[in-house]
């Protein structure tokens, strides 16, 4: 019977030691301390994402209504230059133009400047050419 009450008080002071060795150990601490900061940055990274999506969703809206805005007023110019200049021709009316025209859009396309010539500089090849 003596052996089976100092098995049962080693197996509980085993695990009351392993309790207090988990919890009182300052490493344990330590990695909460660090989890909680983990947790801190996480739910401040998720809310800076949300207010820059919130700030581009907002700059989408205004530049569309920048967009109307343009388009309303070309409109106007187009119906009153019109209006007030009857017998000029479309070619001299600056207004004439539709922003969605194809032709006009052609029309104003900048190509970016080549960066090279037209002539080969035979920099590259394998023989050289003694004159």
Not at 56 to 65: G, Q, T
Request: aromatic letters at 12%.
């Amino acid at each position: 019977m003596t052996w089976e009450y100092a098995l049962i008080s080693l197996i509980i002071g085993v695990l009351i030691g392993a309790l207090i060795m988990y919890f009182g150990n300052p490493k344990f601490y330590k990695q909460k301390i660090l989890q909680n900061k983990l947790e801190k940055s996480n739910n401040e990274l998720i809310q800076y994402r949300q207010e820059l999506l919130n700030h581009f969703i907002h700059s989408a809206k205004l530049l569309d209504n920048i967009a109307n805005d343009y388009r309303q007023m070309h409109d106007y110019m187009t119906k009153i230059s019109s209006k007030l200049l009857p017998d000029i021709s479309h070619k001299d009316n600056p207004f004439y133009y539709h922003l969605t025209d194809p032709e006009y859009n052609r029309t104003l396309v900048n190509y970016p400047p080549r960066d090279y010539s037209e002539v080969s500089s035979s920099l590259l090849t394998a023989e050289r050419h003694n004159k």
